[in-house]
């Protein structure tokens, strides 16, 4: 057998997240969330930001009224709320070591601001994780994957409001405690830098809610706010399961300048730095001195209460997890430039890379690049925890699906994380992202498809939704079988 650069404890599996996955919106008391508001919208264009981050708030009351007929994809999610025994077996099969599934905070407390709570959604996740460890699978679990309730959202302006790190740190420490004994692994918010592109499903900020010229210093407020409630639960977790580990997420972006001209490799420093301003914070405790600066510019100040520097220094996180899709290019030429789209985040067209359908341009070297830029800064445990391919799959007349693109996605990146451990990078794990196909997060498609398993769901919620394995099914679970020594 080939040799593994993989050490021997490495975690593989796959992510996922309640709202795109379980479905049963409104069932076991669950209340309404702000993904539950997000509508699939048939007119979309691909590589246009979908309705994720143009929510309004007449779009909101309508999702409140029961008799709404608009599309809303996540509502119905691929129904792992009822099939979960099944999708579990299917990863167990291919040999996850860990799953990462978030909670709907929705489920536990469903408008955010009840003393006691619910009851069927805490016995829900706790019947989810059993049945992991039934399966010999360790959860990871997000304690934030854009779920916020949405009466928080209408009461306090979501995370704008200071009032919600009471009702998320209420809602985090009854977790913890229930969980306890079943789940080791934890993560505070997803993407906590998404707030910046999409402030309402990342924050619960409605942006027609504010005047344009103050929604930035508001973004900013709630991202304090999210920073000191994270602190928070890191704390809580230590106190409450001492034998835990909890990590921060952002998204991994790494930016290349255009060209050698130094001031679009300054552009890019200035990206990457705004990049690395979230797990600053997270990993290091405070805020670094470059945003300083970058507020003061902008004329923002961030309201703290005293204590809130404090909290963030003692409470860091005990790794750095990231997801990893693409790379981007900055130039201060950039309204010359050839452009890529991109759903997530869009920009400069780098000549070297291919895209997506979606217009993410596919970059397993810029992997490496990123861990090893990571481990140098930090010094602490990484994780990779989302890394995957969207793509419209095709099932052949005889069922069989020959996903050989997505082979070849996660091969070269996993190729390239393995080369960054060479490196010296202490990397805890991998998860592919989304095992089994889901709703996309940013389209509200089903069509947009990530999974090793097949869903036969449509992005009108027509479909069996039968699971069926890609060829990608078997590859990986190889890849898993060979500690990543057989790609
Ligand atoms: C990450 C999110 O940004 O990217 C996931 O954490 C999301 O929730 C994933 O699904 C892929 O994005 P999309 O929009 O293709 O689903």
Redesign the pocket.
């Known amino acids: 057998m080939k040799k593994s650069n993989f050490p021997k404890d490495f975690l593989w599996g796959g992510a996922l997240?309640a709202n795109?996955v379980e479905g049963a919106w409104n069932v076991g008391g669950k209340g309404l969330s702000v993904a539950d508001v997000a509508i699939f919208n048939d007119r979309l264009e691909r590589n246009d930001y979908a309705g994720h981050n143009k929510i309004t708030s007449e779009q909101i009351k309508e999702a409140m009224n029961p008799s709404s007929n608009k599309n809303y994809p996540k509502r119905r999610g691929i129904d792992f709320y009822h099939r979960y025994k099944e999708d579990l077996a299917l990863f167990a099969e291919m040999g996850f070591k860990v799953l990462r599934v978030s909670i709907a905070w929705t489920r536990i407390f469903p408008t955010g601001v009840e003393d006691e709570p619910n009851e069927e959604g805490l016995k829900f996740y706790e019947d989810l994780f059993k049945e992991m460890h039934r399966n010999k699978i360790e959860p990871l679990v997000t304690l934030s994957?854009?779920e916020m309730p949405i009466y928080l959202v209408n009461t306090y302006g979501g995370w704008f409001g200071r009032e919600v790190i009471d009702c998320f740190v209420k809602y985090a420490k009854v977790v913890f405690e229930r969980y306890k004994s079943l789940v080791k692994y934890w993560l505070t918010f997803?993407?906590i830098d998404?707030i910046i592109r999409h402030p309402f499903s990342s924050a619960g900020i409605v942006m027609d809610r504010y005047r344009k010229e103050e929604l930035e210093g508001v973004i900013y407020q709630a991202l304090h706010h999210q920073f000191v409630a994270s602190a928070l639960a890191v704390k809580y977790c230590h106190e409450i399961i001492p034998d835990s580990k909890i990590g921060c997420m952002i998204?991994r972006t790494l930016t290349y300048p255009a060209t050698p001209n130094p001031e679009d490799v300054l552009l890019a420093q200035k990206e990457n730095r705004m990049n690395y301003f979230f797990s600053d914070v997270q990993v290091l405790g405070e805020y670094p001195l470059f945003i300083k600066s970058i507020l003061k510019e902008k004329g923002i100040e961030i309201k703290k209460v005293e204590g809130d520097d404090e909290i963030l220094k003692q409470h860091t996180v005990d790794f750095l997890s990231f997801?990893y899709?693409m790379s981007l290019v900055s130039s201060i030429n950039s309204e010359k430039m050839e452009k890529v789209g991109g759903?997530?985040t869009g920009g400069v067209k780098n000549p070297y890379l291919k895209t997506t359908a979606?217009g993410w341009q596919i970059d397993p070297m810029g992997l490496r690049i990123a861990i090893n830029d990571m481990y140098d800064r930090y010094r602490i445990p990484l994780f990779c925890v989302?890394n995957?391919l969207?793509a419209e799959d095709v099932v052949e007349e005889d069922g069989s699906i020959n996903d050989d693109y997505r082979i070849i996605y996660l091969k070269s990146h996993i190729e390239q994380m393995g080369l960054a451990i060479a490196d010296g990078a202490d990397m805890m794990g991998y998860l592919a992202?989304?095992p089994i196909d889901?709703?996309?997060?940013?389209?509200s498609e089903m069509s947009?498809r990530?999974g090793f398993i097949y869903v036969d769901q449509d992005d009108y919620g027509n479909g069996t939704l039968k699971r069926s394995r890609k060829k990608s099914f078997e590859w990986y679970k190889k890849v898993i079988a060979t500690n990543g020594a057989e790609l």
Do not use: D, F, R
């Open positions: 997240a795109q994957h854009y997803n993407e998404s998204t997801s899709y759903n997530l979606w989302e995957g969207g992202w989304s889901s709703i996309s997060y940013s389209t947009k990530y």
